[in-house]
């Protein structure tokens, strides 16, 4: 597995955990019937903001620690380069998951506009769009890296 390949995996498995603990928060919030209420929107974003904050922290401590290890386990100290063929495994990555984050946008709103949906409802389908398209992004960064661009 190459350097980059780790790197991505270890981004997303930092992405897992976090929404992983922030799906039972919010599903301890719906248990407690908070997610109903009159503060239920001020309730998701500031969970939204957390969710993005301790996602960025986890991804860089990661990101962090890795270097480390993997400097200590292979003896390298030279950092490998990013070259064309990242940029553009970046870029492809990126449009899949905006791909992505934009179905579950339009999919939100479409309920909305409906009256299928509550409030609530569409703001969580916006969050989990967002995790969905980084992890989308992330496992086609992963296949591209090893099949190729």
Known sequence: MS???KRVS????????????????MAGYYQDGRLAGPDAGALIGRSVFILMGAG???VIVLQIVFAIVNA??????EKPVSD????????????????VFSLGFVAAMGLLA???AALQTALLIIVGA???ASVIGDVVK??????GV
Do not use: N, P
């Open 56 to 58: 960025i922290a986890a």
């Open 10 to 25: 270890i981004s997303l498995l930092g992405m897992l955990a976090v929404f992983a603990v922030y799906a039972v928060c």
């Open 3 to 5: 350097y980059q390949e």
């Open 84 to 99: 064309e063929r990242d940029r553009l495994i970046d870029l492809k990555a990126m449009q899949v998951g905006y791909m």
């Open 142 to 147: 992963l296949m591209l890296y090893r099949y």
């Open 130 to 132: 967002m995790f969905f």
């Open 114 to 116: 409906l009256g299928m």
């Open 72 to 77: 200590m386990v292979t003896r390298e100290e």
